[in-house]
């Protein structure tokens, strides 16, 4: 199957449709909760919960015996939980580092996590099957209800976001702030951190719990680069996770033997990629340009300067002189001449230069800024 | 005891002693998640490698995963350094990325190599004794013995001999420079050695227990002394530990010996957090209380000091006038009392000369703001703390 025949399929095969939609909720999903982990230098953190919510999964499959989904995810949810708030207590009570809490958290309940799985594995229940399929995630066994729990959480997760916008964001740039002004941060913090843990739940089965934190960063991180504003970040990053989530479905179906979850990582680390690169505000090449720019302006100011200086020494401003004479400053070359008779700063004629008037003035207050220069 | 559980134990031993060691560096330079990050960005290393090697043991394949490792720190500081996100983004998207390689990688060449995730991010231990290292036909014993005795020898040799500029980097970045001591040489050395320790020990004891074995017994260390001599002892002590008692775990259990090691590490990290004698919950708790307490006394000692007239200074006022609870006005009075900087006569408090030499002193305190004094003052004249 190629990608084109996947396009053709979508609309009518069952399974496909229902994946698609899946991952297109959960990137979206994702990459909205993520802005706010980001800008919070939480990054990170999304990390360490989807392993935390490992022995969750374990335990609740060990408590009632039964696969539903659901049970297991709020296990994940509660484990996920706790994790994120001993994290918490680490950093807060303790001379322990954020890296440390977050690494500690993140091995030992996956190590727990892992010892459950084991235990449970050789236990004498036939249902046991599948559990680990929460490791690295299988798009594939996502249900229509599986999609349709995603949907209303991102429902309620959107009216929340609404709700609370004016906090989430004011918490975000200045906690202090916000605490004189009479919020509840404690109560805005739980709740967005709460919203977070969800939604890296929810992705478990999808994308597994090792590359879950990518799901939540890196849609982020790409949306970042293209603006300065909090709404359009989340929106952006919402779109550009729902479009990870959707490319990947359809890259690893037109193959064989590719796993959803890392080629949905992937294409999110292409956008990622693409935005570091050439995001016209902040992307790498721009930044180059306009670096390159500056320099060769700073050349050209400093030849300038230098023929005022020249200048200066003469009644008569244009009065012409031999191009050789610029020869013990080095920054100049034939171009930059050409340049600065195109900006009418300087007149050349055969090897000699002369300045304008223009080009005078421009030269006295260049170091003063008393006249702008656009 | 049979031979393989002593070969088992033994390997367990190495490892963590192995993974200690770095552990402690990265903690202190608040780096434990790079570890993290190069346990699980070897993967694209190590399936390469394989594709070259075919063998898991190979020095060869160890090697190319290392280097992944350190690729995967140059990427993470090359991202860093453009501004564009924060350390942490950089490093949350850089490993998720390379390990996706090299799931994808196995996955696509699922047939023709012996080689699965699983494998590699959860190791197992009880089969490593079964790997033996022939030498002219001679057993020698489970080659990942020999693979992370000799990173552990490689290991303790660099230790001792660049203790002092270890050291030095980690704790005053300025000065080592300062010194001739080139940090970014002992940093990058650092990560090779994590790097090179992490690749030896995953296929024995998986990615994850490598990071576990690194920053929870430095942690649990850290917890419990200021000494960076005596925290790698202790370190190494519980990483030794938690070996052992992990294997037995594991044996009772009938499961993952890396998962109960970590398991056992983590139980005893929760007790160290709670229980630790100067660093852990319960006495910040403690001392937190104890500080809260004694702040309100000295405001409560100002406040006497202020008010010469008996309305101010009358033992329901206090409730009244400065908003505490019937039992905090009941410690703070107690506690002035058992010290005998107030004397309370017909429900009127007054300071005694030393609550008013005292005061004095706070008052002093107060203008200056420095800490170290008023820690001082609290201990010549505190017959009780709060």
């Given amino acids: 199957m190629n990608i084109y025949e996947y396009f053709e399929l979508l609309f009518t095969d069952y399974t496909l449709r229902t994946i698609t939609l899946g991952t297109a909720v959960l990137g979206a999903i994702c990459g909205m909760l993520g802005s706010f982990a980001v800008l919070r230098k939480q990054s990170l953190l999304g990390d360490a919960i989807s392993h935390a919510a490992l022995p969750g999964i374990a335990l609740a499959f060990l408590i009632t015996g039964a696969k539903d989904s659901n049970i297991l995810l709020i296990g994940a949810l509660v484990s996920g939980l706790i994790g994120t708030f001993w994290i918490r207590g680490i950093i807060t009570k303790t001379h322990l580092k954020t890296d440390t809490a977050l690494g500690l958290i993140l091995s030992l309940f996956f190590g727990f996590g892992m010892l459950l799985l084991t235990f449970i594995q050789k236990q004498p229940n036939a249902n046991q099957a599948g559990l680990d399929k929460y490791l690295f995630g299988q798009a594939a066994t996502l249900l229509e209800k599986d999609v349709f729990l995603m949907m209303i959480v991102t429902g309620i997760c959107l009216v929340i976001l609404l709700l609370f916008w004016k906090e989430f964001k004011i918490l975000l740039f200045d906690a202090d702030y916000t605490k004189t002004l009479g919020f509840n941060t404690r109560f805005i913090d739980i709740l967005i951190t709460f919203f977070i843990v969800l939604a890296i739940v929810l992705g478990l089965q999808t994308v597994g719990v090792i590359l879950m934190s990518a799901m939540l960063l890196a849609p982020a991180a790409a949306a970042r680069q293209w603006t300065n504003r909090l709404s359009t970040m989340v929106v952006l990053a919402a779109i550009f996770g729902a479009f990870s989530g959707v490319f990947g479905t359809a890259i690893s179906a037109s193959q064989n033997n590719l796993s959803t979850g890392p080629v949905i990582v992937l294409v999110a680390a292409v956008f990622v990629l693409f935005s570091f690169i050439f995001s016209p505000g902040r992307g790498l090449l721009f930044r180059e340009i306009r670096f390159r720019k500056n320099r060769r302006d700073l050349e050209l100011q400093k030849t300038l300067q230098f023929m005022y200086g020249i200048a200066q020494t003469h009644e008569n401003i244009s009065h012409p002189h031999a191009i050789k004479i610029l020869n013990n400053f080095q920054g100049f070359t034939r171009k930059t001449l050409q340049k600065l008779e195109e900006k009418n700063w300087i007149t050349l004629s055969g090897q000699q230069w002369a300045m304008t008037t223009v080009g005078y003035k421009e030269a006295k207050n260049l170091y003063n800024q008393q006249e702008q220069d656009d | ?361 706070a008052l002093e305190y107060i203008m200056t703001n420095k800490d170290e004094k008023i820690e001082h003052m609290k201990d010549d004249f505190f017959l009780f703390r709060g």
């Fill in chain 2, 1 to 361: 005891m049979t031979s393989p559980q002593i070969e088992i134990q033994l390997i367990a031993i190495v490892v963590a002693v192995a993974c200690a060691i770095p552990g402690v560096f990265l903690v202190l330079r608040k780096m434990a998640l790079i570890s993290d990050a190069i346990s699980h960005s070897i993967l694209p290393g190590i399936v390469i490698g394989f594709f070259i090697t075919q063998d898991l043991n190979s020095p060869l394949l160890i090697l190319l995963a290392a280097i992944t490792g350190v690729i995967t720190v140059v990427l993470v500081e090359a991202i860093q350094k453009t501004g564009l996100v924060k350390e942490d983004t950089a490093i949350g998207l850089v490993f998720p990325a390379l390990f996706s390689i090299g799931v994808i990688l196995i996955a696509k060449n699922a047939n023709d190599v012996h080689l699965d995730v699983d494998a590699v991010l959860l190791g197992e231990l009880a089969f490593a004794p079964f790997d033996r290292l022939l030498m002219s036909g001679i057993d020698m014993g489970p080659k990942s013995l020999w693979i992370m005795g000799s990173i552990l020898v490689i290991t303790l040799v660099l230790l001792f001999l660049f203790f002092k500029e270890l050291k030095v980097s980690t704790f005053d970045v300025g000065l080592s420079s300062a010194m001739g001591i080139s940090p970014i040489i002992m940093h990058y050395g650092l990560m090779s050695v994590s790097s090179v320790t992490v690749v030896g020990a995953f296929d024995a004891v998986g990615a994850i227990l490598v990071v576990a074995l690194m920053i929870a017994p430095a942690a649990i260390a850290y917890l419990l002394t200021s000494d960076l001599k005596k925290m790698m002892l202790i370190s190494i002590g519980f990483g030794v530990l938690s070996a052992i008692a992990g294997y037995w775990l594991a044996h009772l259990l009938d499961a993952s010996i890396s998962g109960s090691i970590t398991t056992v590490l983590g139980v005893i990290f929760l007790l160290v957090y709670l229980f630790a004698p100067r660093k852990g919950l319960l006495s910040v708790l403690y001392r937190q209380r104890q500080q809260r307490t004694e702040v309100s006394l000295i405001t409560f000692l100002l406040h006497l000091t202020n008010h010469s007239e008996e309305s101010e200074r009358h033992i329901n006022h206090l409730n009244e006038h400065i908003n505490w609870q019937k039992v905090r006005s009941q410690t703070v009075l107690d506690l002035a009392e058992k010290n005998n900087m107030i004397s309370i006569t017909n429900d009127v408090v007054s300071l005694t000369a030393k609550g008013k030499e005292f005061t004095d002193l």
